[in-house]
Nanobody
Framework: VQLQASGGGWVQAGGSLRLSCTASASIRSVNAIGWYRQAPGKQRELVATISSGGRTNYADSAKGRFTISRDNAKNTVFLQMNSLKPEDTAVYYC?????????????WGQGTLVTVSS
């Protein structure tokens, strides 16, 4: 399936945003979907994943602040981001993580830009 991220924007530190990852087809059978981000001058990193069964995993930087969830009926995966920090500023993408660490199954879309001001 093709995945498209949206919902980014500008927010002050301490604020919240909810990102959406909308799929072109049903995600019920998709093994896992992840949110990734790439900050200026840095490598892309994995932020959070959610399995088809709802199991979640988070990067240390996201634990306690971000929540990933999925709505199979809407073919959408969400990333609720609270207590945002300037270091969360990045382009956020969604994709299907591969069984091989660091690899993904889909192509990278345009992503959605999140800017957190101090």
């Amino acid at each position: 399936v093709q995945l498209q991220a949206s919902g980014g924007g500008w927010v002050q530190a301490g604020g919240s945003l909810r990102l959406s990852c909308t799929a072109s087809a049903s995600i019920r059978s998709v093994n896992a979907i992840g949110w990734y981000r790439q900050a200026p001058g840095k490598q892309r990193e994995l932020v959070a994943t959610i399995s088809s069964g709802g199991r979640t995993n988070y990067a240390d930087s996201a634990k306690g602040r971000f929540t990933i969830s999925r709505d199979n009926a809407k073919n959408t995966v969400f990333l609720q981001m609270n207590s945002l920090k300037p270091e969360d500023t990045a382009v956020y993408y969604c994709n299907e993580p591969s069984d091989y660490p660091g690899y993904v199954l889909g192509s990278w879309g345009q992503g959605t830009l999140v800017t957190v001001s101090s």
